[in-house]
């Protein structure tokens, strides 16, 4: 069974940082892209980053660009986002999700979700 | 970035009807690649559909997806208890974005 557990969350004030984590099992981690997307009650779904395979790429929505690091461990089957100079609007649930890469689009299917994390970016 | 706008905003209906869910998008979606997600309180959004209409695994077959170009449709054929929930769609022939969502509440 596919699970994503994501941890890391919490309070933080603007302009601080946070380092989410996601422990990934029941599959071969290291053969799939892996996303971090958020979803904030004013502002829906939103993808954020993704990385692929071996971690030689990534991709970043251009709000967080500059701000927001993906990494990944395949010897640990774990994903990661470090979070600085964070903003109000930063805050949010945020899931990792399991990716399908087609390259025809160059876009992402998420067929596997995490529960989630909640940042909260207030003073 | 194609903007997907979803209809209706809630859908009230009762335990063994039809609900159809509407997603539209501004521009049109290549090579019909759209998704739909279930998501209930608290828990993790989870995929029904992708590809406009080839059910992913384990969905039952109530749930069907239909559609194409910048138009497309999530169909429950009978409501049941654990169908109401947000619906979601998701376009990946660009750069991934998703809709704001339908509710589907008890009426």
């Known amino acids: 069974e596919v699970q994503l557990v994501e941890s890391g969350g919490g309070l933080v004030q603007p302009g601080g940082s946070l380092r989410l984590s996601c422990a990934a099992s029941g599959f071969t981690f290291r053969s799939y892209w892996m996303t971090w997307v958020r979803q904030a009650p004013e502002r829906g779904l939103e993808w954020v980053a993704n990385m692929n395979q071996d971690g030689s790429g990534n991709y970043y929505v251009d709000s967080v660009r500059g701000r927001f690091t993906i990494s990944r461990d395949n010897a640990k089957n774990s994903l990661y986002l470090q979070m600085n100079s964070l903003r109000a609007e930063d805050t949010a649930v945020y899931y990792c999700a399991r990716s399908l890469y087609y390259s025809g689009s160059g876009s992402f299917l998420f067929d596997y979700w995490g529960q989630g994390s909640l940042v909260t970016v207030s003073s | 970035e194609i903007v997907l706008t979803q209809s209706p905003g809630t859908l009230s209906s009762s335990p063994g009807e039809r609900a159809t869910l509407s997603c539209r998008a501004s521009?049109?979606?290549?090579?019909?690649?759209l998704a739909w997600y279930q998501q209930k309180p608290g828990q993790a959004p989870r995929l029904l559909i992708y590809?406009?209409?080839s059910r992913a695994t384990g969905i039952p077959d109530n749930f069907s997806g239909s559609g194409s170009g910048t138009d497309f449709t999530l169909t429950i054929s009978r409501l049941g208890p654990e169908d109401f929930a947000m619906y979601y769609c998701q376009q990946y022939g660009s750069s991934p974005t998703f809709g704001g969502g339908t509710k589907v509440e008890i009426k």
């Open positions: 521009q049109s979606v290549r090579s019909n690649y």
């Open positions: 590809g406009a209409s």
